[in-house]
């Protein structure tokens, strides 16, 4: 079973910032993009943001202009540097891999703004 290993989740307060890193296995490979979503209590899974292969960024429009995503090829890892967190932006984030067919998903790290 592969397993995506998320971290940097945490409790922070409004206008505090956060870093979540996701480790993606070497077994994983031909990887078409990465991304985060998120899920806050009492609704669906979003997206947040995606990084294809070829460097090309989307972002929800909630958070565009605070969020940053980037990948490091050399550790396999995609980041999520978030800035100027509000409390709306409390949700689980989980990590998501997509290869030709076939996607993995990670546990999820809770991100929680306080007020």
């Known amino acids: 079973q592969v397993q995506l290993v998320e971290s940097g989740g945490g409790l922070v307060q409004a206008g505090g910032s956060l870093r979540l890193s996701c480790a993606v296995p070497g077994s994983i490979f031909r990887i078409i993009a990465m991304g985060w979503y998120r899920q806050a209590p009492g609704k669906q899974r979003e997206l947040v943001a995606t990084i294809t292969s070829d460097g090309s960024t989307n972002y929800a429009d909630s958070v565009k202009g605070r969020f940053t995503i980037s990948r490091d090829n050399a550790k396999n890892t995609v980041y999520l540097q978030m800035n100027s967190l509000q409390p709306e932006d409390t949700a689980v984030y989980y990590c998501?891999?997509?290869?030709?067919?076939?996607?993995?998903w990670g546990q999820g790290t809770q991100v929680t703004v306080s007020s």
């Open positions: 998501r891999i997509a290869v030709p067919f076939k996607e993995y």
